[in-house]
C-alpha cells in the first residue's frame, strides 16, 4: 500500500471508529514530514541534507533578490515567498511596481493562510511552492471542471436551491477563484482550511466542491433570502467563520457519501 493510501486508510479508519477529523487536523508540518508533496527524497537518511540544501537554497534566492533590490527587510513575509516564486519560476517583472497578475494574487492567498500553519520561514515558502505547483500542474485540468461539478452536485443535494441560484442568473457568477483557485484562503480559517488542504495535498481537488455544497446547504436559508447574484456572491465571500468547521466536517462526508472512500478521487 503507498503511503498515500495509508494516510487516507487511517483517516477513513479514524472516522469509522467515531474519531472525525483526527486525520484531517494534522498540521501541514507534519504533513511536511510526510512528504506527500515531493519536497523530500524516499530515504530518510536523506533528508537532514537535503533540508539543509533547500534552506542554502532559499537563502541565496533570498540574497539575489536583494542585490537587485526586489525586497527589502520592510517587505512582508509573503511578498518575500511570491518574489522568491516568481525568481525561481521564470516569471519575475522587471520591476517590483508592476501590479500584480491574477495568479500573484492566489499565490499570496495561499502564503497568507500557510504562513499561519508553518512557521519556519523555509519550511513554509517550500511547502507553499509544492502546494501552487501540484495545484498548477497536476490539477490544472481538473480545477477549470470544478464548478460544473459544483452545479452536478448541489442539484443532487438541494435542487430547489440550486433553480434559486440559476433564477437569480447567480450560477456563474459564485466566486469560484476563492473556492477553487485559492482553495478557500481567505474564507475559512486556518484550523478549518488544514483539514481541507490535507485532502488537496493527499490527492483529491474534488473536495473543495463538496466545500463548496455544504456552505451553499449550510447558509442556504440566507441565500435564498437574497434575489440577486451580486447579494449573493458578496454574502459567500464573506461567509461567518463560526461554523467553519462543521461545514468542513459535513464536506468530508459529502465527499464519502458520493465518492464512497476515495484515495485520489481528483
Known sequence: MTEDSQRNFRSVYYEKMGFRGVEEKKSLEILLKDDPLGILPPHHESHAQVMMYRKDQYCDVLHALKVIRFISDATPQVEVYLRMYQLESGKLPRSPSFPLEPEDEVFLAIAKAMEE????????????RCFVNQLNNKYRDSLPQLPKALEQYLNLEDSR?????????????LPYDLWFKR?????????????????????SCKILVFVAV????????KVMALNSAEKITKFLENIPRDSSDAVVSKAIDLWHKHCGTPVHSA
Request: aromatic residues 10%.
Open 214 to 221: 455544504e456552505i451553499l446547504l449550510t447558509f442556504k436559508l
Open 183 to 203: 482553495c478557500f484562503a481567505g474564507c475559512l480559517p486556518e484550523s478549518s482550511l488544514q483539514r481541507v488542504w490535507d485532502k488537496v495535498v493527499s490527492g
Open 117 to 128: 500553519m508553518v512557521k519556519d520561514s523555509v519550511d513554509c515558502y517550500w511547502i507553499i
Open 161 to 173: 436551491l440550486l433553480n434559486h441560484l440559476k433564477s437569480c442568473s447567480a450560477v456563474s457568477k
